[in-house]
C-alpha cells in the first residue's frame, strides 16, 4: 500500500505558474501509475494528467495539454505537475492518485488518493 500527501497549491494571478508534488510512502513508488486530477465547485472531479511507471510515457486532458507538465521522480518517490500560464478555469482542489496497472483517465481505476491541495487562479 503506498500513502500520498499532496502539495504545493496556492493563489495565483492568471498567466502565473505553480508546481503541484505528490510525495509518497510505502513501498516500490516506481511501480505505479501515477494521476493528477482535480476538482472544482460544484463539478464533478476530472482527469487532468498520468504518467506511467517504466518509461514515464505521459497523458494530458486537452484542456491543459501544452500548460501542464506531469513528471516523477522515482528515487525522490515523488510525482510533480508544473503548471504554467494558468487560468481561472484552472481553478480546483488537485488531487494525486496511484495504481499498480496502467494509466488511466478514470478516477475510479485508483486506489490510492492524496488529501488534495487548494489551486486558485484570480483573473
Known amino acids: 500500500q503506498v500513502q500520498l500527501v499532496d502539495s504545493g497549491g496556492g493563489l495565483v494571478q492568471a498567466g502565473g505558474s505553480l508546481r503541484l508534488s505528490c510525495a509518497t510512502s510505502?513501498?516500490?513508488?516506481?511501480?505505479?501509475?501515477m494521476g493528477w486530477f482535480r476538482q472544482a465547485p460544484g463539478k464533478e472531479r476530472e482527469f487532468v494528467a498520468a504518467i506511467s511507471q517504466v518509461i514515464g510515457a505521459t497523458h494530458y486532458a486537452d484542456s491543459v495539454k501544452g500548460r501542464f507538465t506531469i513528471s516523477r521522480d522515482n528515487a525522490k518517490s515523488t510525482a510533480f505537475l508544473q503548471m504554467n500560464s494558468l487560468k481561472p478555469e484552472d481553478t480546483a482542489v488537485y488531487y494525486c492518485?496511484?495504481?499498480?496497472?496502467?494509466?488511466?483517465?478514470?478516477?475510479?481505476?485508483?486506489?490510492?488518493w492524496g488529501q488534495g491541495t487548494q489551486v486558485t487562479v484570480s483573473s
Open positions: 492518485a496511484a495504481r499498480t496497472a496502467a494509466t488511466s483517465r478514470r478516477d475510479n481505476e485508483y486506489p490510492y
Open positions: 510505502g513501498r516500490s513508488f516506481s511501480s505505479y501509475a
